[in-house]
């Protein structure tokens, strides 16, 4: 088996995308991934091997070799593209949740852990410098979120389903890829990270999305999914602008503006 650190002397193609790692293109078609230590707070490298290895080859890529510092070789989607933005129709995000719902059934084995949103938020706030959510209303996201989750019990979940990280073939066969967010968490955060992610409007695609992950679309599954992605809009203003004390890359101050925007308005 070929380790990715035999390949740091090669003169691999990069492939461009990718905020949070290396990523390059090596014969015959291998995604060669060296992983940046951009979060090391709350990166688990068991926990993605384990989700990835439970559904590589339908749900993601086929998975070569994973190292223990989170470097990986894996079967580059050559013939998937990403699909999703605001023009995505109600159909296709129903075909989406099936996906998802998929994804949220696998058994990753006991190396699997959990997302931990409210970690996350608490941490990302307290290393941001920037301009903070009023308090009052960044408890009530966050207590929001807590009765929301109480609706599913957690399911392994992608927790970043950007653009990028959700393709598609020409058969219309769907895949994700990046998992180094995965974990346990409810299954309205995918649901809600898809929407809002992709700027994804109206209630009618929202429960299109929710009926296809969930099997059902009631009025409190719609109340808890505006409740997960204002709470998600909090999380990542403050991811943003932690990762913009990191990295100093000014894509972050753009996340973090839109996001800031995002949580004032209303989610769908």
């Known amino acids: 088996m070929i380790s990715p650190?035999?390949?740091?002397?090669?003169?691999?193609k990069p492939i461009e995308g990718g905020l949070s790692n290396r990523i390059f293109l090596?014969?015959?078609?291998?995604?060669?991934?060296?992983?940046?230590?951009?979060?090391?707070?709350?990166?688990?490298?068991?926990?993605?091997?384990?989700?990835?290895?439970?559904?590589?080859?339908?749900?993601?890529?086929?998975?070569?070799?994973?190292?223990?510092?989170?470097?990986?070789?894996?079967?580059?989607?050559?013939?998937?593209?990403?699909?999703?933005?605001?023009?995505?129709?109600?159909?296709?995000l129903y075909d989406l949740g099936k996906r998802i719902k998929e994804l949220h059934e696998l058994k990753p084995g006991k190396d699997y852990g959990s997302f931990r949103p409210i970690d996350r938020l608490e941490y990302y706030k307290n290393g941001a410098k920037g301009k903070d959510i009023d308090e009052k209303a960044l408890q009530k996201a966050i207590d929001d979120y807590k009765?929301?989750?109480?609706?599913?019990?957690?399911?392994?979940?992608?927790?970043?389903?950007?653009?990028?990280?959700?393709?598609?073939?020409?058969?219309?066969?769907?895949?994700?890829?990046?998992?180094?967010?995965?974990?346990?968490c409810t299954?309205?955060?995918?649901?809600?990270?898809?929407?809002?992610?992709?700027?994804?409007?109206?209630e009618e695609k929202a429960r299109a999305l929710l009926e296809g992950t969930l099997g059902t679309a009631t009025e409190n599954d719609v109340v808890n999914l505006k409740r997960i992605i204002?709470?998600?809009?909090?999380?990542?203003?403050?991811?943003?602008?932690?990762?913009?004390?990191?990295?100093?890359?000014p894509i972050f101050l753009q996340i973090a503006e839109e996001k800031l925007k995002a949580f004032a308005s209303l989610p769908f």
């Open 5 to 12: 650190s035999l390949f740091l002397d090669q003169n691999l």
């Open 26 to 92: 090596a014969p015959p078609n291998r995604l060669v991934r060296f992983k940046m230590q951009s979060d090391p707070h709350f990166y688990d490298p068991k926990s993605e091997e384990a989700i990835f290895k439970a559904g590589q080859g339908n749900l993601f890529p086929r998975l070569y070799i994973f190292e223990s510092n989170g470097d990986y070789i894996a079967e580059y989607l050559a013939g998937h593209h990403p699909f999703l933005g605001p023009d995505t129709d109600a159909a296709t």
């Open 147 to 184: 009765e929301a989750e109480k609706a599913h019990a957690p399911f392994p979940s992608h927790n970043d389903m950007v653009r990028g990280n959700v393709l598609k073939d020409e058969k219309g066969n769907i895949k994700f890829i990046d998992l180094e967010f995965s974990g346990a």
């Open 187 to 202: 299954p309205l955060f995918d649901v809600g990270s898809v929407l809002s992610e992709n700027g994804i409007k109206g």
């Open 230 to 249: 204002h709470f998600q809009d909090a999380l990542w203003y403050y991811w943003a602008l932690y990762r913009y004390q990191l990295d100093g890359l």
